[in-house]
């Protein structure tokens, strides 16, 4: 007994010793990477990949804890999206904040799992094939200690086969949607004029009802109407409106009237005076009936990403026809599109 005993005690001490000992000698990072081939276009892939509102449409834990918490913060898309989760003991807690997008080709996001200081790095590389998309999704972490790198050894295993399972409903979701066609698009690119604009607060329609939308909009115009009337501020260009988020249903938007400003006329409640900035747009001309609008803004945001372009700020509808003398078909809406610089 005393034998075994002692060996017991030499054998522990030899695995604590090869254990810390050894610790050094392991990688102290870790990367994994998997692909997948989908037959879908790059821009397609990206705009599903960086809009973390449908992360877990393709997401490979969703599964594990379809009953776990998600709070997003900040856009839903691009630089500085956030998507917080807490959940059970299979999926943890932490964040998902996407920290670098270039259109159409790399999403950046950072993984901060809670009770760990380290970040994690979880990098998509979309690349553009003639039938598709060949894309790549690499995990990436330092390794702080020896308990981390030794369970370094084991994390291609684990996390590859995770990364696997998502890729493969990633191709599923993206090959279930049509392609994306901008064959009808005429799109311009200049610059557009700053200006000055009295704007409501926002509201929302539904764009397919036209009495609704009509309602919701012939009230906003009143108001602004009203307000110009009352502060002698002279109408200066079309009626407008600023949609923040075109893909987003029912329909978000602000009513704007350009204006001259007068001195001394101070906001109320509900309306307020706004300085537009001009700079670099796209410009769409939009003919037919306004229930199409928010395709045509939701198209033209797609072609943006498509070709690598940042919108600047809110999406402009500027109606150029009056609806009360204007057949529906022969309505033309002009949407300007700002850039980022």
Known sequence: MTRVLKFLVILLVLLVAVFFLGAPLLPDRVQVTREVDIGRPAIQVFAVV????????????????????????????GEGATLHW?????????????VESQAPVRVRMEVGFDGFPVP???????DARDDGSRVSWSFETRLEGAVARW??????RWIGTDYDKGLARLRVLLESQPEPDF?????EEGTVDGMDVIVTTTDEAAQDDPAANAGV????????????????LEIAGHPLT???DPAVTPWRFRAALPVRFAAGVAPEDGVEL?????????????????????????????WAVAHGLRRGGPVRAVYISDPAETPAEELVTRIIYPLAE
């Open 183 to 187: 064959g009808d698009l005429r799109v």
């Open 151 to 156: 369970f370094g050894l084991l994390m291609p």
């Open 50 to 77: 960086n809009d973390l509102g449908h992360f877990n449409d393709w997401s490979p834990w969703y599964d594990l804890d379809p009953d776990a918490h998600y709070r997003l913060e900040g856009p839903e898309r």
């Open 120 to 126: 994690a790095q979880s990098i998509l590389q979309i």
């Open 217 to 232: 909009l012939g009230g906003m115009y009143g108001r602004l109407l009203a307000f110009a009337a009352a502060g002698g």
């Open 242 to 244: 600023f949609t923040d």
């Open 86 to 98: 807490a959940g059970n003991d299979a999926v943890g807690s932490g964040r998902l904040r996407i």
């Open 274 to 302: 706004v300085r537009v900035p001009g700079g670099r747009a796209l410009f769409l001309e939009h003919v037919g009936p306004h229930e199409g609008l928010a395709a045509a803004m939701a198209k033209l945001d797609a």
